[in-house]
């Protein structure tokens, strides 16, 4: 029994070491990591510097790393951070690491603290634009991480043979809509370079065609139909709610080829 108890302290000893280790290379800009390092607390042999040196090489390489992860996820936020602020997205990126640090291996689930990041500056005078951005973004990248979508293309033969009130269509589970109700999101559909429907637009899609994220505008007849489809209506109700301007016909090949259509069920 005694030997279990010091087990148990010297591991309690190292997670604290270890917690330690993690607060000094999170320390607030401006102050050394090695102001922050557990008491005790030393560099191996031989390294030049001693502690404060190697507290500064693993927080710089922290610090690439959360840019490197976050660049991949919002190319075109940073675009445009960068133009106006050069350095902007990095520092951006490693206060999200900082406050928000990950919690697995995989970087690729990390990075969406950054829309509320961006959404908190905005009282400090960030463009709204940019949390709107950042969200469209992450869309993209969370589609581009979900399982293989799946298709009942069977289904469709109960079109042909049931009214139109009597079966829906099922938008597939990793189709996304933004409305463009507000100002932020209004400046931002223009950036993708397809429309589905021939009026002003009014929204975007997201989905996943193969292995990337891909993303379109939307009309108002487009998108009072997804939505629709999205409440669950049936055939003959969508139909309604999206208006006469709304194609079907050339919608329906699209939402199969693109797999935005999961299926047809019967009510």
């Keep these: 029994m005694r030997r279990l108890e010091c087990d148990d302290d010297a ?11 993690v607060d000094a290379l999170l320390a607030p800009p401006g102050r050394p990591p090695s102001q922050w390092a557990p008491e005790g607390l030393k560099a191996l042999p031989g390294i030049r510097g001693a502690l404060p040196q190697a507290l500064g090489t693993y927080r710089g ?17 940073r675009e445009r951070m960068e133009a106006g602020a050069p350095g902007s997205f990095a520092a951006i990126a490693w206060s999200c690491w900082r406050h928000h640090a990950p919690v697995q291996g995989d970087l690729g ?30 869309a993209l990248h969370r589609v581009e991480r979900i399982a293989d979508p799946v298709q009942d293309l069977g289904s469709l033969a109960l079109l042909g043979r049931l ?11 990793h189709v996304d809509l933004h409305r463009g109700d507000d100002a932020a999101m209004r400046e931002l559909l223009d950036l993708p370079p397809e429309c589905f429907g021939t009026g002003p637009r009014e929204a ?3 989905w996943r065609d193969g292995w990337r994220g891909q993303w379109a505008a939307l009309d108002a007849s487009v998108l009072g139909w997804c939505e629709a489809l999205r409440e669950g209506a049936d055939l003959e109700r969508a139909l309604q709610d999206a208006g006469p301007a709304f194609d079907f016909s050339a ?15 019967t009510l």
Excluded at 117 to 131: I, K, M, R, S, V
Excluded at 163 to 173: C, H, K
Aim: glycine letters at 6%.
């Design 61 to 77: 390489h922290a610090r690439a790393l959360s840019q490197r992860a976050l660049r991949s996820i919002y190319p075109r936020l």
């Design 204 to 206: 975007v899609i997201v």
């Design 109 to 138: 689930d990390w990075g969406q603290a950054l829309i509320g990041q961006l959404a908190e500056a905005q009282a400090d005078g960030l463009p709204p634009a940019w949390t709107a951005l950042a969200r469209l973004e992450w």
């Design 163 to 173: 009214p139109a009130a009597a079966v829906r269509l099922v938008l597939a589970d």
């Design 251 to 265: 919608w329906l090949p699209a939402a199969v080829a693109r797999g935005w259509l999961a299926r047809v069920e």
């Design 11 to 21: 591991r309690q000893a190292l997670l604290a070491l270890q917690a330690g280790v």
